[in-house]
């Protein structure tokens, strides 16, 4: 189990204690293909939550599907959240998104040219609009506040304290 060797801080400091996560996140996460396989379960759920709600926040679903769909299943998700307690309407929008999803690079693969590629884009992009748009309306915050909650209870499973 991987844990981030830090020295004992403040964990009511709302602020450091995310920072600190991160840390604990950067060493595992090379954007393309996170290390899971490292973790315990405990670990698994907030940085699977964060992994999710920063992309989609960042680039939407798509993105995200398309950098994590092989890594990360929306039942991981779903799980996540609900070990996490983020409202339902979070998990909705996850139910609601359809489960055959084409990369990026499928799609260009298949289009023989641009205006092709375009198009089938465009289409792929109506399907996740929606979903992008509901997410954004509620935000991250709530994730972010239960990952950090989830974090502080857990601490002894993420960090390793140094004198």
């Known amino acids: 189990m991987v844990k981030y060797k830090i020295k004992p801080f403040n964990l009511d400091d709302e ?12 060493q595992l996460i ?27 926040m960042g680039d ?8 994590y769909s092989k890594d990360i299943l929306w ?20 139910e609601k998104i359809p489960g055959n999803y084409t990369p990026v690079s499928e ?13 089938e884009m465009d289409k792929t992009d109506k399907i996740y609009d929606e ?7 509620y935000g991250d915050e709530i994730i972010t506040d239960k990952i950090t909650s989830y974090v502080r209870q857990n601490h002894l499973d993420f960090f390793e304290y140094i004198s």
Not at 16 to 26: D, I, K, S, T, Y
Not at 107 to 119: K, L, T, V, W, Y
């Open 107 to 119: 799609i260009a693969d298949m289009c023989q040219d641009e205006e092709a590629f375009i198009n």
């Open 131 to 137: 979903s992008d748009n509901l997410f954004y309306q």
């Open 75 to 94: 039942t991981d998700i779903i799980n996540a959240f609900k070990i996490l307690s983020v409202p339902d309407k979070y998990i909705k929008i996850l």
């Open 60 to 67: 939407g679903h798509i993105s995200f599907l398309d950098l």
């Open 15 to 26: 602020d450091l204690l995310w920072e600190n996560f991160m840390c604990f996140a950067r």
């Open 30 to 56: 090379p954007w393309e293909s996170p290390q899971l396989e490292q973790l315990s379960d405990k670990q698994k759920v907030p940085l699977i939550a964060f992994i999710y709600s920063s992309e989609v």
